[in-house]
């Protein structure tokens, strides 16, 4: 399915399925957790925290839980005192990475350098 089958038909984005992958990966932390979890799995709460810096807890743990919902990742707890909690990508999400890998591509052709 290709953007060309919407040209001039789309009465809401939500209706198509770029619309529908904007709701499932749109928003300031999503793409940066997913691009995360793919370069490090499994990864613990904590130290995503770490790596992504500015996100609070409250927004990490919103993510984490909107993206297992929308069957993006898994998440193993452990029965462990403190407790242990990885994420992982799923087979859904690993589907992106030709995306996430050309976002990176494009980026490193367009980032200005500093020279």
Do not use: H
């Not at 499994?42 to 990490?60: C, M």
């Not at 005192?81 to 990176?104: D, N």
């Amino acid at each position: 399915m290709s953007m060309e089958a919407y040209k001039g038909k789309v009465k809401q984005i939500q209706d198509t399925p770029f619309g529908y992958t904007l709701s499932i990966v749109g928003g300031k932390w999503k793409m940066v957790i997913l691009y995360l979890l793919a370069e490090n799995p499994p990864v613990r709460f904590n130290d995503l925290k770490r790596q992504i810096g500015a996100i609070t807890y409250k927004t990490l743990s919103t993510q984490l839980k909107e993206l297992e919902a929308d069957g993006m990742i898994d998440r193993k707890e452990y029965p462990q005192i403190p407790p242990k909690v990885e994420y992982r990508l799923t087979a859904k999400a690993e589907k992106l990475m030709p995306l996430m890998e050309g976002m990176c591509e494009w980026g490193a052709e367009y980032q200005p350098s500093e020279n």
